[in-house]
């Protein structure tokens, strides 16, 4: 017989929480991988003068481009340890494993949303430029 005052390790919420995480993760993986080594490209063939934050996201690109390969080979053991210690969490503290996923898929979030405002704050530069 099962308590009834017993929770599962995950929850519908839980899930969702997971999937913000994952969708937030990719978002941020795809820019950093795809997207800001094209802009900086074009910005380093029109001469522009990169304000801080933009070279901070352009190095951070560059480190994660690197990188790559020893993160897709840390991914797999990574996956297998989250997944293990979010059931023990789970079925120690099911709120904090709900709150701790949804700080980490909004902290990815406005990761993903600090790289786009970098890489697009040389546009008033550009502008200033051809007027």
Known sequence: MTDRNQRAPFGPVDVVAFGFCAVASVLLAYLLWKRVPEQAALLAGL???LPLPTRVVIAASNWFVRLLPLLVLAAVPSAVVAVLAALWLGAKSPRLLTVLLLALGLALTLAAA???FAMYLP???LAGAVS
């Open 123 to 125: 546009v008033g530069e």
């Open 114 to 116: 600090f790289v786009a």
């Open 47 to 49: 001469g522009v003068t």
